[in-house]
C-alpha cells in the first residue's frame, strides 16, 4: 500500500501530460482536414506514395554508451545492436518495435572502502520493447506530422562478476514514449523524417548480485519511482524501386533518481542497507534501415 499514492500521483502527471498533446495538435488536425494524406493516391499525382500502409523495418545500429552515478563512479563502452519493427499506418498510426543490442564497457569508480578502481570489457547486453499508437497529421501535399503515445520496457545487463569486486547488474524500466514522429518528401524519391520524445518513467527495479562478490550474500532489489528519458532521431531516406534504405543519427538519455532503501543480508542475517543512487546515460549513435 505505501507504493499506492505516489502511482496515483504520476498518473496524473500523465494524463496530464497527454491532454496538453491533445490539445496542441486537435486544431492542427482540423485545419489540414483538405491536405492529402501522403499515403493516398490522386488524380494528377506524380510522386511515389509517402507513407505505406504496412511498412516492416530492420537494420543494424552503433553507438557509444556512457552510464554515470555522479561523483562515485563511470561507465562507458561501444554497443552494436539490431532493431526491428512493424508499422501500419492509414490515418492512425500503429507501431510495434524491438531492440538488442551487446558490448563492452569500461568502469571507473571506487571500492566501497573509497579505493580507487577499475575494470575494463564489462559485458553489457541490452533489451527494449515498444507498443505505439497516434495519428498522423497531413501537412501540405507530402509530409506529415505523427504525434504518438504507448507503452515501453527496457532491460540492461551489466555484468562485471568476472572481476574479484564485481557483480551481474539487472535494470528495468518500464516507461511511456510520448513523442512526435515527421517525414517530409524532398523529391527524386529522397525524403528527410526524424522523432523527438519525451519517456514517462512509471517505475524501475535494479537487482544487485552481491553473492558474486560474496557468497552468502543476497541478491538487493531496488525500486525507482522517478525520472525520465528522453530521446531524438534524424533519418535520410533514399526509395529503391519498392524498398527504402535510410540512415541517420540518435540519441536517448535517462536520467533516474535514487531508488528506495533496502536491507543487505548475509545468509539471512540483516548487515547493511543498499540503495541505486541517481544515475543518468546518455547513448549516441547511428542506424541503418531497410524498409519494405
Not at 493516391?41 to 510522386?47: C, E, I, S, T, V
Not at 511515389?48 to 500502409?53: G, N, P, T
Not at 500503429?94 to 558490448?103: D, I, W
Not at 517525414?183 to 519517456?199: F, H, K, P, V
Request: aromatic fraction near 14%; charge should be neutral; include cysteine.
Amino acid at each position: 500500500m505505501k507504493h499506492g499514492f505516489p502511482i496515483r500521483i504520476k498518473f496524473l502527471k500523465f494524463i496530464f501530460i497527454v491532454v496538453l498533446v491533445l490539445t496542441f495538435f486537435i486544431p492542427i488536425h482540423l485545419s489540414a482536414q483538405e491536405a492529402k494524406y501522403p499515403w493516398e493516391k490522386h488524380k494528377n499525382d506524380n510522386d511515389s506514395v509517402l507513407l505505406k500502409k504496412h511498412t516492416f523495418e530492420l537494420g543494424p545500429e552503433i553507438s557509444y554508451i556512457t552510464y554515470k552515478e555522479p561523483g562515485t563512479m563511470k561507465e562507458k563502452g561501444m554497443m552494436y545492436g539490431l532493431v526491428g519493427s512493424y508499422t501500419y499506418h492509414n490515418k492512425l498510426m500503429l507501431k510495434a518495435e524491438g531492440k538488442g543490442s551487446l558490448g563492452k564497457v569500461d568502469y571507473k569508480g571506487a571500492l566501497s572502502d573509497g579505493t580507487p578502481y577499475t575494470m575494463d570489457g564489462i559485458r553489457d547486453y541490452m533489451l527494449e520493447f515498444r507498443g505505439l499508437v497516434g495519428c498522423d497529421f497531413p501537412v501540405g501535399k507530402a509530409s506529415t506530422l505523427t504525434p504518438y503515445i504507448g507503452i515501453g520496457y527496457r532491460y540492461l545487463n551489466d555484468d562485471s562478476s568476472s572481476d574479484p569486486a564485481g557483480y551481474e547488474r539487472e535494470s528495468n524500466y518500464l516507461y511511456s514514449p510520448i513523442g512526435i514522429g515527421f517525414i517530409a518528401n524532398l523529391g527524386n524519391d529522397w525524403s528527410i523524417g526524424g522523432t523527438g520524445e519525451y519517456d514517462y518513467f512509471w517505475l524501475g527495479k535494479q537487482k544487485s548480485h552481491l553473492d558474486d562478490v560474496l557468497p552468502g550474500l543476497n541478491v538487493v532489489e531496488n525500486r525507482q519511482e522517478k525520472g525520465y528519458g528522453l530521446r531524438g532521431s534524424i533519418t535520410l531516406q533514399k526509395k529503391i524501386k519498392t524498398v527504402d534504405f535510410e540512415v541517420g543519427p540518435f540519441i536517448r538519455y535517462w536520467n533516474i533518481k535514487k531508488s528506495e532503501t533496502e536491507t543487505i543480508t548475509y545468509y539471512g542475517t540483516p548487515v547493511g542497507y543498499g540503495w541505486e543512487p541517481k544515475n543518468n546515460s546518455t547513448e549516441v549513435g547511428v542506424m541503418l534501415g531497410v524498409k519494405f
